[in-house]
């Protein structure tokens, strides 16, 4: 069992940016190097979509390719958080971002959602044209 807990969402004007935060507390045998921790945004009316990933273990990501070179991942293990630095945000960018995370891997796990079995409550990120 592991609680997801995000934070930094809001408004910013498209050009602007933000930056995200989940805070994993451990309720698992599972070490924090063994998680996969990943974002994905939710629009309504719309399908899930990965956005980014990272694994814990060795710092390797992934991004959708509509966020490439402007989103960046990053991990700080020692506060098992992970960071989700968003820049030159587009209104498309808006959305319900939803850290999750799945423990005990060894490697990158792709941004599928059922790959993923913990779940945060979601920040909401306003992107005004």
């Known amino acids: 069992k592991v609680e997801l807990a995000e934070s930094g969402g809001g408004s910013v ?17 599972s070490a924090y190097t063994s998680y ?9 009316g719309k399908e899930r ?8 273990g060795d710092g390797r990501t ?6 490439k070179g402007r989103f960046t991942l990053s991990a700080d293990s ?4 992970v960071y989700l630095q ?7 960018d808006a ?3 939803v850290c999750a995370a799945v423990a005990g891997a ?7 959602t059922g790959a993923y079995n913990y779940w945060g409550q979601g920040a909401q990120v306003t992107v005004s044209s």
């Open 13 to 29: 004007q498209a050009g602007g940016s933000l930056r995200l935060s989940c805070v994993a507390e451990e309720r698992t045998y």
């Open 36 to 44: 996969s921790v990943a974002w994905f945004r939710q629009v309504p």
């Open 49 to 56: 979509e990965g956005v980014a990933a990272i694994y814990i």
């Open 62 to 67: 992934i991004y959708a390719e509509s966020v």
């Open 78 to 81: 020692a506060k098992k958080t």
């Open 86 to 92: 968003m820049n030159a945000l587009k209104p498309e």
């Open 95 to 97: 959305g319900e971002y």
């Open 106 to 112: 060894y490697s990158l796990v792709p941004l599928i």
